[in-house]
């Protein structure tokens, strides 16, 4: 009796050892390729959610500083131009804004700190009800006046560290730009006790916040790299020249000064005038940042010296605002840095904009 066998193409026929071998082996090539696939996607993902997270620290900065801003004020009063000598009626104040370069003079304007590149882009200065004291006493009063600034400073985070962390090995120094809260306690408060109204041209009208802006100034957010500040006014304000009538006719230099009349018996210009004692009616700030990769890749390049960002040739001509910031923003890309920009015009909420200046 003869053994069934099953024949070659009969349907009991199975897989021969080299068909096995290539079914496994494209078999590895899809699982290869798929793994590869969830890899980089988790990778992008990862690098996503992490420039995400730093971006929005850095949002979160942005927003906390407009806030901060708008609610700044002068008091400004109407009182005799000479108590004993009266002839009219003047706009008064015992209080100080002012808005301008951080840390290199433009043109005939002072640097507002100076720190030269270590302080690129622009500064502001300001007092508000801002409740912040060293005495817990005090907490319980709801407007305690302030001073108070922001500006952008370059250099090492070593001064930030906690004491136990510095010089510990392993521990680094990190060259980073870091937007600058300057938020001295009340009691600190320097403005009164320059009694500036009194002073003559010539004085050190920034001495209030220069002389503690190192002690009483912390970082809010890292790798911020521009600050841009430009006063303003609204379209319902007076214009300063009805000829050229420009929203930012009162600091197209972007520069302001509500005591620029009195820093300079030079100080004649009717925008110098006209800012007496007197705040914008709006500021459009804008605040550029970049990633952390972006700013070690800075810092293997430039190690501790400022990064060559050309912001030193930028944002001095309001007028040119746009054209600076794409300029700013290719050299960006030249750099291969990843960058986001912030964008806002503030509403000053005590601005009561006018051009007369005496009654």
Same mark, same amino acid.
């Given at each position: 009796?003869?053994?069934?066998?099953?024949?070659?193409?009969?349907?009991?026929?199975?897989?021969?050892?080299?068909?096995?071998?290539?079914?496994?082996?494209?078999?590895?090539?899809?699982?290869?390729?798929?793994?590869?696939?969830?890899?980089?996607?988790?990778?992008?993902?990862?690098?996503?959610?992490?420039?995400?997270?730093?971006?929005?620290?850095?949002?979160?900065?942005?927003?906390?500083?407009?806030?901060?801003?708008?609610?700044?004020?002068?008091?400004?009063?109407?009182?005799?131009?000479?108590?004993?000598?009266?002839?009219?009626?003047?706009?008064?104040?015992?209080?100080?804004?002012?808005?301008?370069?951080?840390?290199?003079?433009?043109?005939?304007?002072?640097?507002?700190?100076?720190?030269?590149?270590?302080?690129?882009?622009?500064?502001?200065?300001?007092?508000?009800?801002?409740?912040?004291?060293?005495?817990?006493?005090?907490?319980?009063?709801?407007?305690?006046?302030?001073?108070?600034?922001?500006?952008?400073?370059?250099?090492?985070?070593?001064?930030?560290?906690?004491?136990?962390?510095?010089?510990?090995?392993?521990?680094?120094?990190?060259?980073?730009?870091?937007?600058? &809260? !300057?938020?001295?306690?009340? /009691?600190?408060?320097?403005?009164?006790?320059?009694?500036? #109204?009194? %002073?003559? @041209?010539?004085?050190?009208?920034?001495?209030?916040?220069?002389?503690?802006?190192?002690?009483?100034?912390?970082?809010?957010?890292?790798?911020?790299?521009?600050?841009?500040?430009?006063?303003?006014?609204?379209?319902?304000?007076?214009?300063?020249?009805?000829?050229?009538?420009?929203?930012?006719?009162?600091?197209?230099?972007?520069?302001?000064?509500?005591? &620029? !009349?009195?820093?300079?018996? /030079?100080?004649?210009?009717?925008?110098?005038?006209?800012? #007496?004692? %007197?705040? @914008?009616?709006?500021?459009?700030?804008?605040?550029?940042?970049?990633?952390?990769?972006?700013?070690?890749?800075?810092?293997?390049?430039?190690?501790?010296?400022?990064?060559?960002?050309?912001?030193?040739?930028?944002?001095?001509?309001?007028?040119?605002?746009?054209?600076?910031?794409?300029?700013?923003?290719?050299?960006?890309?030249?750099?291969?840095?990843?960058?986001?920009?912030?964008?806002?015009?503030?509403?000053?909420?005590?601005?009561?904009?006018?051009?007369?200046?005496?009654?």
């Amino acid at each position: 009796m003869r053994a069934n066998r099953s024949l070659p193409n009969s349907p009991l026929s199975g897989f021969s050892l080299i068909e096995m071998m290539v079914a496994i082996a494209i078999l590895m090539v899809i699982l290869t390729a798929i793994f590869e696939i969830v890899d980089k996607t988790r990778a992008t993902f990862n690098y996503s959610q992490s420039k995400v997270a730093q971006f929005r620290t850095a949002r979160s900065a942005f927003q906390t500083m407009t806030r901060r801003i708008s609610q700044a004020v002068l008091n400004t009063y109407w009182d005799y131009d000479d108590p004993e000598d009266p002839l009219q009626y003047q706009k008064q104040s015992e209080l100080h804004f002012v808005v301008g370069p951080s840390g290199s003079p433009l043109g005939d304007f002072p640097e507002l700190l100076g720190g030269g590149e270590t302080r690129p882009g622009h500064a502001i200065f300001f007092q508000g009800p801002f409740n912040y004291s060293a005495d817990r006493d005090n907490r319980n009063f709801d407007t305690l006046l302030n001073s108070w600034g922001y500006y952008i400073e370059f250099g090492s985070d070593e001064k930030f560290l906690p004491p136990f962390m510095r010089g510990r090995e392993g521990i680094s120094e990190r060259y980073r730009f870091r937007l600058m &809260e !300057f938020r001295p306690p009340t /009691e600190k408060m320097l403005v009164y006790g320059e009694e500036l #109204k009194k %002073q003559p @041209p010539g004085f050190d009208f920034y001495q209030w916040f220069r002389s503690l802006a190192d002690d009483y100034s912390r970082p809010i957010a890292e790798n911020v790299i521009a600050l841009i500040i430009s006063p303003r006014r609204s379209r319902n304000d007076t214009p300063i020249d009805e000829v050229n009538d420009l929203p930012w006719d009162i600091a197209p230099d972007y520069y302001y000064n509500s005591r &620029e !009349f009195q820093r300079s018996s /030079e100080s004649n210009e009717p925008r110098f005038q006209v800012s #007496k004692h %007197q705040l @914008p009616s709006l500021l459009h700030i804008t605040l550029i940042t970049i990633d952390d990769r972006s700013a070690i890749k800075l810092e293997e390049e430039f190690g501790r010296n400022v990064p060559d960002l050309q912001l030193d040739s930028l944002f001095q001509n309001a007028s040119r605002y746009e054209a600076d910031l794409e300029t700013l923003e290719n050299r960006l890309l030249e750099l291969n840095l990843t960058y986001q920009v912030f964008t806002d015009t503030v509403a000053m909420r005590a601005a009561k904009w006018t051009n007369l200046t005496e009654r």
